[in-house]
């Protein structure tokens, strides 16, 4: 303490120890902010439905109130699958439980819907079709999935054994909620914890991941089948809930290895597996892909398919990561130290990706894509839209030849070996076999040759050259092969001038620095036979 009162006896005590507290103070809240807690949040399906628009049947639908045949639309609730015309929503709010997903319970037992069966149901009891008849009619449970007619469901046991989906659904009655007050007028419904049901290592629950308001509706249309078939928390709207806590879910099941189906783009399952990477649990969670984007080259990488065709059949889904096969996937760090001007060195910045990492040409055409998508006149979204903005930029660069002459701009090193560069406007970095949308770059043309293949969990990358935008279109149609430089598992990347760069598809201008990147460890993900992938 003497020199505190030393200090003080020279009258600058006063602002030190004003300084040391403030110091003392901002660590404790900083370590509180570290250690925060977050809950996902649920719809308050005890004050009414999740209605949705009826779009997606050409069958006669009636509501579930007044029975009348729904006529130029209607709405459906896409948790328990109720049905109202817009007079009868209030009704059927009051009238009609919902699916719950927390229930008091220490059984479960089945939950009825009257009518608006799927086609071709069959009675769980007689095995005859039933919901054929033309008015509200027969039965089924919102949990198992099961059809009855009206006449056999006498003959039914009350107890739900959740169908052929149980593992993949939480039970309700291993859910606890807990409110948050928000004001004077909201409150939100939380998920406060998680009990896990002893039904042995095959229970892995599936958490669906999508950006609802993202591009065209086939997100949207995913988690409202999922809050159909599984428990409505196990649907995360990435609009309403970032990543991180969505991943709650799987940090409250701690004994659990949860499976993930994430839905977007590239970008998308960067952003999730960030996340997931973040997590302190005993088992990651295993990454299925929905492939929703306009590359997708991840999902081609894992046997998912370059897109969904048409509808999305969630039950075909399912069915997939039933028999899919789990494996590691290697993550890598770039580490960006941008370089001292006027003897001020900026910040730098670290950023994680799986599939590639590229400086030049084709970051090029992403950055311009992305700054088009950022647009306020950018109103229409649609994958083949956006293959025609990157074919235009494309095509665009092939005469202005924005990044001719990289090779004198940037020095790499791999594995600390200096390496002498041909010419190029691209310089990509490969994780995965699929890049460019589909492009096999670093076999291509090698049949028969004996060559290391690129693969996603071996610790090591590729890298690979572009002489150009033409270049890239002619490797698209299998008329040219790219320029092999090297693989190894340490690169140093140096950058003289400004240059565009991209890591999975997200672009921006890196000024003058250097970039390290390595490997930061591994992630589980589910793959699937390439004659399998989900339509």
């Not at 027969?138 to 198992?144: E, G, H, M």
């Not at 669906?208 to 308001?213: A, E, L």
């Not at 078939?229 to 991180?244: G, T, Y």
């Not at 130290?337 to 599939?355: A, D, K, T």
Request: overall charge neutral; aromatic content about 8%.
């Amino acid at each position: 303490m003497w020199p505190l009162l030393l200090l003080w006896d020279m009258g600058l005590s006063g602002i030190i120890i004003e300084v040391i507290v403030g110091l003392i103070g901002l660590d404790f809240l900083f370590r509180v902010w570290r250690r925060k807690v977050y809950y996902v949040k649920v719809h308050d399906f005890s004050k009414g439905h999740s209605w949705c628009s009826i779009s997606d049947t050409d069958q006669a639908v009636h509501c579930s109130v007044c029975e009348h045949v729904l006529l130029g639309g209607g709405l459906r609730c896409d948790s328990c699958g109720v049905c109202a015309d817009e007079t009868c929503m209030h009704k059927a709010d009051k009238r009609l439980k919902c699916k719950q997903v927390s229930v008091d319970s220490i059984s479960m037992k089945h939950q009825w819907v009257k009518g608006n069966l799927s086609p071709e149901s069959i009675c769980r009891v007689c095995d005859e079709e039933c919901g054929t008849e033309r008015h509200l009619s027969d039965f089924r449970c919102c949990w198992c999935q099961w059809t009855v007619h009206e006449k056999c469901l006498p003959n039914l046991a009350d107890l739900c054994n959740l169908g052929i989906y149980r593992n993949f659904i939480i039970p309700p009655n291993c859910i606890t909620l807990r409110r948050s007050s928000r004001g004077r007028l909201r409150s939100q419904c939380l998920v406060a914890s998680i009990k896990e049901p002893q039904w042995g290592p095959q229970w892995k629950p599936l958490i669906v991941i999508g950006n609802g308001k993202s591009g065209s509706n086939e997100a949207c249309h995913l988690l409202s089948s999922a809050r159909k078939v599984l428990n409505a928390v196990q649907a995360i709207d990435l609009s309403d809930q970032e990543p991180k806590i969505a991943l709650q879910l799987c940090a409250l099941l701690k004994e659990t290895q949860c499976r993930l189906l994430i839905a977007g783009g590239d970008g998308t399952i960067a952003w999730v597996l960030n996340a997931v990477q973040n997590l302190h649990v005993k088992h990651l969670p295993e990454t299925a892909v929905l492939p929703l984007g306009t590359g997708n080259d991840l999902s081609r990488a894992l046997g998912w398919g370059p897109h969904v065709e048409g509808a999305v059949d969630f039950h075909g889904i399912l069915k997939k990561i039933e028999a899919s096969s789990s494996a590691l996937l290697d993550r890598w760090l770039a580490d960006i130290r941008p370089s001292r001007h006027l003897g001020i060195r900026f910040p730098g910045r670290s950023v994680r990706f799986n599939n590639y990492f590229s400086v030049g040409v084709d970051a090029r055409v992403a950055l311009n894509f992305h700054l088009t998508r950022q647009s306020p006149m950018y109103l229409f979204s649609h994958r083949l839209f956006n293959k025609l903005i990157y074919f235009t930029y494309g095509t665009k660069d092939v005469v202005e030849q924005s990044c001719e002459g990289l090779e004198n701009q940037i020095e790499l090193f791999i594995d600390n070996k200096p390496i002498e560069l041909p010419c190029v406007q691209a310089l990509v970095f490969l994780n995965v076999d699929s890049w460019g949308a589909g492009i096999k770059p670093w076999n291509m043309g090698q049949e028969g040759v004996f060559m290391p293949k690129c693969l996603y969990g071996d610790g090591i990358m590729e890298v690979i050259g572009v002489s150009s935008s033409f270049h890239i279109a002619q490797m698209q149609v299998g008329l040219s092969e790219p320029l092999r430089i090297d693989r190894g598992k340490h690169f140093r990347l140096r950058i003289f001038g400004k240059q565009p760069v991209q890591a999975d598809g997200e672009p921006w201008e890196q000024g003058p620095s250097e970039i390290i990147i390595e490997n930061c460890g591994q992630v589980p993900v589910l793959t699937v036979e390439p004659n399998c992938s989900p339509q």
